[in-house]
T-cell receptor, first 112, second 116 residues
Framework: NAGVTQTPKFRVLKTGQSMTLLCAQDMNHEYMYWYRQDPGMGLRLIHYSVGEGTTAKGEVPDGYNVSRLKKQNFLLGLESAAPSQTSVYFC???????????FGSGTRLTVV | GNSVTQMEGPVTLSEEAFLTINCTYTATGYPSLFWYVQYPGEGLQLLLKATKADDKGSNKGFEATYRKETTSFHLEKGSVQVSDSAVYFCALSDRGSGGSNYKLTFGKGTLLTVNP
């Protein structure tokens, strides 16, 4: 049981490049989330999904897109990376919110 | 709306000291409360939880009691170890009315450093 798996773990992008971060969960969870974590800012929700084929905006969605074509996968896309998107990105999933989230181990992204 | 306020860090303690990290919350419904821990370079892990008033969550020597009257969920440990050095996040999920809340609300995190 792998839980929540994020790929890649590290990435360096040049300004203007695009990339996709993949989150995969094998727990049959309905809810999935993308957060970013910056020093002194805590966790900020980018986008989330309450089920296959659905997505919704979080607190800081600008510059990001997401897709949930399959229940087990939640993709986060950066179409044109900017230095302000340098951060650590965490994916999480949940079956019932009363049980909390399961987090992935994170993707450290640097945009130069 | 929902909110979580936890004490600002950093908190620095000596090994075997007593730990308290304060957490208070505002919620519109009937929240479940959580403490997550993030060790350096890792993702967040669920440390403990409580789903109703007066419940006590406990794990790895940490405890927190859900106090509805004071809207608090303070994290405590009687004797900390160097290996407890991490960032601790308080969080809530609010079932609320209408069942439309689909996410946790997190505090900003408290950095704990334990020195030998």
């Amino acid at each position: 049981n792998a839980g929540v798996t994020q790929t890649p773990k590290f990435r360096v992008l040049k300004t203007g490049q695009s990339m996709t971060l993949l989150c995969a969960q094998d727990m049959n969870h309905e809810y999935m989330y993308w957060y970013r974590q910056d020093p002194g800012m805590g966790l900020r929700l980018i986008h989330y999904s309450v089920g296959e084929g659905t997505t919704a905006k979080g607190e800081v969605p600008d510059g990001y897109n997401v897709s949930r074509l399959k229940k087990q996968n939640f993709l986060l896309g950066l179409e044109s990376a900017a230095p302000s998107q340098t951060s650590v990105y965490f994916c999480a999933s949940s079956y019932q919110l009363e049980n909390g989230y399961t987090f992935g181990s994170g993707t450290r992204l640097t945009v130069v | 709306g929902n909110s979580v306020t936890q004490m600002e860090g950093p908190v620095t303690l000596s090994e075997e000291a007593f730990l308290t990290i304060n957490c208070t919350y505002t919620a519109t419904g009937y929240p479940s409360l959580f403490w997550y821990v993030q060790y350096p370079g890792e993702g967040l892990q669920l440390l403990l939880k409580a789903t109703k008033a007066d419940d006590k969550g406990s794990n790895k020597g940490f405890e927190a009691t859900y106090r509805k009257e004071t809207t608090s969920f303070h994290l405590e440990k009687g004797s900390v170890q160097v290996s407890d050095s991490a960032v601790y996040f308080c969080a809530l999920s609010d079932r609320g009315s209408g069942g439309s809340n689909y996410k946790l609300t997190f505090g900003k995190g408290t950095l704990l450093t334990v020195n030998p």
